[in-house]
């Protein structure tokens, strides 16, 4: 985790922040769009239909711990919110680079949780808000500051407090996997996120 790499400044509420700025969910290929792909990769017994969209399907919200067994239950969380990213860099940014931000599968910034965790973040910063389930607070950090360094957004002071304590080495299981939920094993799917 690369917490020194990142700038520490205030994050103002800067004016003008709409989410249509970061356009989302672009198709990635065929009928999917970058939902869809989250759903499929995040799930368990995942069967889309011809159209892409998810009809058989079964999650784990690492967020809360909740299984969900419909698509209509889950949201796809930004881990670091578009209006988090406004203020603290993105409202610098061209339309193109909000829109590939927004819906990036190559880095942990998209996570399948219940929509119910999902209100209760909001656009609020680690300093204000940690997943229920605490045994994926670390997994939640490490993504959260692989996405700020990897796009240059700046962090507060508190962000970089929260996550001293979790910039130990990712636990492995032993063939070389990075353990599920920081090393909590246990139920129905597979979280599929880079820092778990």
């Excluded at 996405?147 to 070389?176: E, I």
């Amino acid at each position: 985790m690369r917490l020194a790499a990142l700038t520490v400044a205030p994050e103002n509420d800067v004016p003008g922040y709409s989410r249509a700025k970061f356009p989302h969910w672009a198709t990635q290929y065929g009928s999917c769009d970058t939902r869809e792909v989250v759903l499929q990769r995040d799930g368990a017994d995942v069967t889309q239909d011809d159209q892409c969209r998810a009809v058989l399907d079964r999650w784990l919200s690492a967020y809360d711990g909740v299984v969900l067994d419909a698509a209509s239950k889950v949201d796809i969380d930004h881990i670091v919110p578009l209006k988090e990213a406004w203020r603290s860099g993105a409202s610098q940014w061209t339309t193109e680079q909000r829109r590939a931000f927004a819906n990036d599968l190559q880095r942990s910034q998209l996570i399948a949780v219940s929509a119910r965790s999902n209100r209760a973040k909001g656009d609020k910063d680690p300093a204000n808000w940690q997943p229920e389930l605490e045994s994926y607070r670390c997994a939640y950090g490490r993504a959260w500051v692989g996405v700020k360094d990897a796009y240059g957004l700046a962090v507060d002071g508190n962000g970089m407090t929260r996550w001293s304590a979790c910039s130990t080495p990712v636990p492995h299981d032993a063939s070389g996997e990075p353990k599920t939920m920081c090393g909590a094993s246990s139920g129905p799917a597979v979280i599929r996120h880079q820092y778990c």
